[in-house]
């Protein structure tokens, strides 16, 4: 994973609603791709909007992930300001 094409990383924690959704959420930056269209016969140019999401069984191993990737993650992003 490309870190410095991470735009956000969140938890989502919902208690009390069934089902209970544990969620580790990572999205990238927009990519930009030339798609060919068969319709038309042209190349045309997409946006993605990436996202990974990694449902867990519990709040805090949820939490702990999340705390371990925003470390990593700022970690990288200072070692890059730093050069």
């Avoid at 938890?11 to 544990?22: A, C, F, M």
């Avoid at 705390?67 to 990288?76: D, L, S, V, Y």
Wanted: glycine residues 2%.
């Amino acid at each position: 994973m490309e870190l410095e094409k991470i735009k956000a990383v969140s938890h989502n924690d919902y208690h009390g609603v069934k089902p209970e959704t544990n969620q580790l959420k990572i999205e990238f930056k927009a990519r930009k791709e030339y798609v060919f269209n068969p319709g038309t016969k042209e190349w045309e140019m997409e946006v993605f909007n990436d996202i990974i999401v990694a449902d867990y069984p519990d709040s805090d191993t949820a939490v702990e992930n999340y705390f371990e990737i925003m470390k990593i993650w700022e970690e990288a992003l200072d070692s890059r300001k730093n050069k």
